[in-house]
Structure formats: C-alpha cells, structure tokens
C-alpha cells in the first residue's frame, strides 16, 4: 500500500529555532512537494522536488528551505522560526517526473511556534 | 495568478439526499481538474480526476466538467454520514509541473442523518 510518512504529528518550537520536519514515501515517486494548510487559506505549495538534489520554488518559500538527498526522502527546513509558520505541513508525493496527477498525502505535522 | 474558487460553507445535506459541489476557476487553459476530500484532522485523499467536457462517475460520485464555462462540479448522490467532510477543487494548469496545480480552500460538507 502507498504510504508517505511524516516523521512527527506534532511539534511545538521556540522562536529563532532551526526545525527539520521529514517525510518519507516508499512507493519509488519522482515527485515530492511541501505544503502547509492554513484555516481560510487553504493549501499553499512552499517547495517541490522532481528529482534527487532537484528544488524548486513553489508560491510561498520564503523562510524555509528544503533538502532530497535521497529518492525516497524530502526534508523541509526553517531555519529560524517564527510565529507565522505555525501551520499545519503536510508532505505529498506522485508519480510521473515534471506532471502532477495524483498526490499522495502524509498525514501531517502541526507545527506551533512559540 | 491563478484563482480557484469554492464556496466554504458549510453546505448541510440530509442523508439519502444528493450533495452539489461546485468549483471555478480562472486560467481558462487549464487540462486537469481533481476533487480530494479531507476529513478533519486528516490529510487529503483524491476521489474523482476529470480531463474532459461532461461527466464521469464512480460510484456515489460524479464529477462534471465545462472548460466553457470554466466551472467543474462534484455531485454525490445518496450521501451518507461518512461523506462529511471538506472537498478540495484541484486544477492543473497546461503543461503540468507541480506548481502548476492550485488548490481550491474547500467546502465543508455536512450530511445530517
């Protein structure tokens, strides 16, 4: 069964802090992508991955930075926290390389910085 | 910039009833149109894909699709409890790549039994 995991469900950080959050899919996906999920936003894309070492820019990337060292892994990185990046991320991945069908969802990580 | 829009609700439906989505959007050059459905505290799950004009069902579900009009819908007929939740309109703009799909914020979806 198709499965992206994300390495924590919740996490509570300090302001300033350098926070990691890691997903995982076993399925063999070119595609990864980042995005958070804010109450009367909706989803917004911060980064995606078509390939290993391979980021680019979705709509919103500015104080985060991500990481695909391997096929199977997508790490997103704030490097300095702030109270505006508490927020719901959640890690996708798909299929074909350069066209988006469907994602596979992980199941989430609320973040809240204090 | 690409626009999808969705009434947010919430849109109350008693059970046995059919439910009526709707969704439009404003790169009229946009190919793909997805509907995923998310339940509270879950992540999303896609249902239903549509590439062309009309209709396409599975199930419980059809999705309706008029590139003219730029207006995709999802019906579901016989709703039951378990369909509550917020459906998400996704539309993928020509030419693929993943920033070239853009989500819509949802629509609450209640059935009352």
Known sequence: DVKVTQSSRYLVKRTGEKVFLECVQDMDHENMFWYRQDPGLGLRLIYFSYDVKMKEKGDIPEGYSVSREKKERFSLILESASTNQTSMYLCASSLNPGLVEKLFFGSGTQLSVL | ?113
């Not at chain 2, 009526?20 to 997805?34: A, K, V």
């Not at chain 2, 579901?76 to 409890?81: A, F, G, Y």
């Open chain 2, 1 to 113: 910039q690409k626009e999808v829009e969705q009434n947010s609700g919430p849109l109350s439906v008693p059970e046995g009833a059919i439910a009526s989505l709707n969704c439009t959007y404003s790169d009229r050059g946009s190919q793909s149109f997805f509907w995923y459905r998310q339940y509270s505290g879950k992540s999303p799950e896609l249902i239903m894909s549509i590439y062309s004009n009309g209709d396409k069902e599975d199930g419980r579900f059809t999705a309706q699709l008029n590139k003219a009009s730029q207006y995709v819908s999802l019906l579901i007929r016989d709703s039951q409890p378990s369909d509550s939740a917020t459906y998400l309109c996704a539309v993928m703009a020509s030419g693929g790549g993943a920033d070239g799909l853009t989500f819509g914020k949802g629509t609450h979806l209640i059935i009352q039994p």
